[in-house]
């Protein structure tokens, strides 16, 4: 569903009323019949000869995604990874504002970014209640994450987006995704063609 949420902003932008399950499906990267049977979970089916109204259809699915409303953001460690977040104008553009940045670090506690002042994480429990946040991001040192988890659980976030390479545990009822960017790049590169040199390596290596 995000990624036909996706495909549907950029029509829209680009001023596109109605879009045929072809075409979607294929801006999407899809066959048509499972994004026809994706959409039926949502009650839409589009119009025979006409297709599915592309404002109808994002309304739909940024509600079932929960996106009908913000959902503020928190973040936890501000080193190059969180300050590049901080920077994304894009979180807040889809339903995601970032309002309030912590650290542990003197240094950087204090300063601003983007538009926020930098806070020590003992201020995380009052910030998230006066925000409402319900989401944190946390790109903290590995041997930070699982501490900076707990943390934000405890001030009562409900949901977690992980970028330290490291796998962090969340209780019951909480929602984890975990994203590791190296992780990403290694499963990449198994798909990649090996140059010459690495066949050659790879062959001495096995004989």
Not at 16 to 30: C, K, P, Q
């Amino acid at each position: 569903m995000p990624l036909y949420l996706r495909c549907l902003e950029e029509l829209e932008a680009d001023a596109v009323d109605t879009v045929s399950s072809s075409r979607l499906a294929e801006l999407a990267g899809v066959n048509a019949a499972k994004l026809r049977k994706d959409l039926s979970h949502l009650g839409s089916y589009g119009t025979r000869g006409v297709g599915y109204r592309v404002h109808h259809l994002l309304r739909s699915i940024r509600f079932e995604l929960g996106l009908d409303e913000q959902s503020p953001v928190v973040v936890v460690g501000l080193g190059n990874l969180g300050q590049a977040l901080v920077n994304h104008a894009g979180f807040g553009e889809r339903g995601f504002p970032i309002v309030a940045v912590f650290d542990v670090d003197p240094a950087k506690v204090g300063q601003r970014v983007s538009g926020q002042v930098v806070e020590h994480l003992d201020n995380l429990e009052r910030a998230v209640k006066e925000l409402s946040a319900r989401t944190a991001i946390i790109t903290t040192p590995v041997d930070a994450a699982q501490d900076a988890t707990d943390r934000v659980i405890e001030a009562g976030i409900t949901s977690v987006l992980n970028f330290a390479p490291t796998v962090v545990v969340v209780p019951e009822g909480v929602a984890l995704r975990q994203v590791d960017l190296a992780l990403e790049l290694q499963i990449l590169s198994y798909y990649q063609p090996r140059s010459e040199s690495g066949r050659d390596k790879s062959l001495r290596l096995s004989g």
